[in-house]
């Protein structure tokens, strides 16, 4: 699978949350399906665990600006949350 292409398709057909706090809110409300957390993520809980609960966390192999760059945003982003998938392969992603 092609991450950045799924990802993109996440965000343009889906509901995604970007950003630690927005992260931590989907995660804490059980809304979030999947979480992706960068290498450079500040959150070092966020970085080492499997899971939230029963919401697996993807470690993204790249900073938070590469990851920014493979959802085709212009700015870093360390943690993000999918929410609902769309119609995105997103949630078949090894974790």
């Known amino acids: 699978m092609d991450l950045a292409h799924a990802l993109k398709v ?9 950003g630690l706090a927005e992260t ?3 995660a804490d409300a ?8 960068a290498k450079s993520c ?8 499997r899971a939230v609960g029963k919401i697996p966390i993807y470690h993204y192999d790249g900073s938070a600006v590469e990851l920014g760059q493979a959802c ?3 700015f870093p982003i360390s943690a993000m949350a999918i929410v609902d998938p ?3 392969a997103i949630l ?3 974790t």
Do not use: M, Y
């Not at 996440?10 to 970007?18: K, P």
């Open 42 to 49: 500040p959150d070092a809980k966020l970085r080492t665990d």
């Open 72 to 74: 085709g945003r212009p």
């Open 92 to 94: 078949t992603l090894e």
């Open 30 to 37: 059980k809304k979030a399906k999947l979480l992706i957390v």
């Open 10 to 18: 996440a965000l343009e057909t889906g509901q995604v949350r970007l």
């Open 24 to 26: 931590r809110a989907a």
């Open 86 to 88: 769309g119609s995105s």
